[in-house]
């Protein structure tokens, strides 16, 4: 699958391309039976999985909720479960990162699946990628984004600031988070005005530079926004200590 001009070049005017259907049925069932699995217990390898937990249930107030919906993200569930693995090397997506790293010698960085739950799926902070993973170098992966459930303005779909990655890393603020014990980065001066909303259909799929500047709100709608984040690097890329 190769990209059209215009994609190519709207990537490299904005840092992201919002693609389309990524996704058949089966296989979107398949994925999404998996992580939830995986998030509820109920998979052989649940427990080997790296679990977060919304800020809310660590602080105990989602005792009625099943424990699917108390899960914030998984990190690396390809790493659990052989269907996520082989997704991560659909020849579709492999093509499309290819493009866009300009190498056809390409390798997984990692995935995660980001669950924000129906009714109390928290915000995810202005950031970016490559804030998070300074052992890469140079700081130019790319993601791809994976709908589990229809990403919509209400329930807390991805939002992207254009071009904000040719700015290369941005001043972040470290961020200690009382109800989880756990910190995060927050980008320091985004407009958020100028922030474009990453709608997508379930099955669909976007694709963005680890430095271009993003976030999500809060989730307070009856409607899931299940997520499967796929990162890639070129082979050649440099890791050192985070």
Known sequence: MILTDKQKSNYERDGFLIYGSMLSEKELEDLSQRIDALASGEHCNAEKAGIRLEGAAIAGELRDVPRRDKVW????????????????????????????????????????????????????SWHQDSAYWTSVSPPALVSCWTALDDATEENGCMRMLPGSYKEGLWPHERIYDKSNGD????????????????????????????????GSLENKTPYRRRGLATTYMRADSKLGKQ
């Open 183 to 214: 910190d995060f980065l927050h980008a320091q001066g985004v407009d958020v005005s100028q922030a474009v909303p990453i709608v997508l259909k379930a099955g669909s799929c976007s694709f963005h530079h680890s430095l271009t500047v993003h």
């Open 73 to 124: 993200q998984l990190g690396n569930p390809h790493l659990h479960e052989d269907i996520i693995l082989k997704y991560t090397n659909k020849p579709e997506i492999l093509d499309i990162v290819i493009a866009l790293l300009g190498t056809e010698d390409v390798k997984l960085f990692n995935t995660q699946a980001l669950m924000k739950p129906a009714f109390h799926g928290s915000i995810v």
